[in-house]
């Protein structure tokens, strides 16, 4: 797979996965807020604000630690790939990929 049909393909399914997820967030709002479904219990509340904010934090520190290990590939890099590699980002950005 080309590189551009490659960016185009990863913008595709991220865009299907947002959408996604709005149209699961308004639905289950919707169902809540006209007391169809009604929320689960308060004692879990308290547990799933826990998980959320471990999980958030474990991805954040993941991100990191990976643009981190990007960078230092990019150091590692000779001359004429580093060329090749801003070359090849600003193409992109240019055609809009």
């Keep these: 797979m080309q590189k551009g049909n490659a960016l185009k393909a990863l913008n595709i399914i991220h865009k ?9 967030a ?7 807020y006209s007391n169809t479904v009604l929320p689960m219990g308060e004692n879990l509340d308290k547990i ?13 520190f993941a991100g990191m630690a990976l643009f981190k290990k990007k960078l230092m590939q990019i150091r590692e ?12 980002g600003l193409h992109a950005l240019y055609n809009g990929h």
Excluded: D, P, R, W
């Design 16 to 24: 299907v996965l947002m959408m996604g997820q709005v149209l699961f």
């Design 26 to 32: 308004s639905v289950f709002m919707y169902l809540i």
């Design 48 to 60: 799933l604000q826990v998980a959320a904010l471990v999980i958030a934090f474990a991805g954040i």
């Design 77 to 88: 890099m000779q001359a004429g790939e580093k060329k090749n590699l801003v070359c090849t």
